[in-house]
């Protein structure tokens, strides 16, 4: 296996520096993600920018869990699902939608399991979504604004799942306690 450095600020190639600095400022600590990422400074860039265009959507902080932790659940990311459920918890999501989310299984609010619903279609079909998928999402209160939205969530998942399964990042401290590990049945 091939062993990718986990970078701290004093390690990281120049160009990802500052983003690391900005991290600790803002965190407190340097997610390991972050630190992964820093090997390739402009992957690292290009997650947080994405990140922060994500978080300008005109989507609550749980419609937008809902887009990342469903990516998170179908693409089998340990660390980005532990991550995403501490987010979820200090941005005020609610206990029983984080926890639908953690196991796959329906959320009680009808609009929100339209979006959660849309966005697994728009994993699981790499972007093909039937109209009818488009029309039931519109029909649940969203907007096609919102569809496109959703597309912005998941290509910033892909960043994330993807380097965290190449580079088998370590959960942070501070996400332990929301530890997961997917289902045998989405086990690599």
């Keep these: ?9 004093e390690t990281a190639p120049a160009d990802a520096k500052p983003r690391l600095e900005g991290a600790q400022a803002a965190l407190g600590f340097v997610p390991n993600l972050f630190a992964a990422m820093a090997e390739a400074p402009a992957l690292l860039e290009g997650y947080q920018t994405l990140s922060d265009i994500f978080d300008k959507t005109d989507l609550s902080a749980t419609e937008r869990q809902i887009i990342l932790m469903t990516n998170n659940y179908l693409n089998g990311c340990d660390y980005c699902m532990a991550a995403h459920t501490t987010i979820s918890q200090g941005s005020g999501v609610p206990a029983d939608v984080i926890e639908s989310l953690r196991n796959n299984k329906p959320i009680a609010d009808a609009k929100l399991e339209a979006l959660r619903q849309f966005a697994i ?16 999402l519109i029909t649940a209160g969203y907007t096609t604004q919102t569809v496109l939205e959703v597309v912005l969530g998941t290509g910033l998942k892909v960043l994330s799942n993807y380097t ?20 045998a049945a989405n086990a690599a």
């Design 164 to 183: 965290n399964h190449i580079v088998e990042t370590d959960v942070d401290a501070a996400f332990a306690p929301n530890a997961w590990t997917r289902p």
């Design 1 to 9: 296996m091939t062993d990718f450095p986990t970078h701290t600020i």
């Design 121 to 136: 279609t728009v994993n699981e079909t790499r972007g093909w979504p039937l109209e009818r998928d488009v029309q039931a």
